[in-house]
């Protein structure tokens, strides 16, 4: 749940950069340059691309890490479990 809320975050953050104006002290600060021509007319069609690849990778991101986390977690539950009864096994052989 910790994950899914920085990437919240993140994608929140990410959108805000993209859609800000271009005078805004937050992209001076990451440099990011304005895209508009020289008339001063900004070119939204490559925020809207821009804003489309940050909700992918947002999605792919949490996909990817659901899915490592469901094997990992799979695994190391099977060893653990594996380890307990080995244990348990020996114990009772014991008595």
Request: with cysteine; glycine share 4%; aromatic share 16%.
């Amino acid at each position: 749940m910790p994950y899914l809320i920085s990437l919240i975050i993140l994608f929140i953050f990410d959108t805000a950069l993209v859609f800000l104006p271009d005078d805004n002290p937050v992209l001076n600060f990451f440099g990011v340059l304005p895209d508009a021509d020289d008339d001063g007319n900004a070119y939204y069609s490559y925020r809207y691309k821009v804003y489309a690849i940050i909700l992918l990778n947002c999605t792919a991101t949490w996909v990817a890490e659901k899915l490592i986390v469901r094997y990992v977690t799979s695994v190391a539950d099977a060893a653990v479990q594996k380890k307990k009864d080995g244990e348990f096994d020996r114990m009772m052989a014991r008595f």
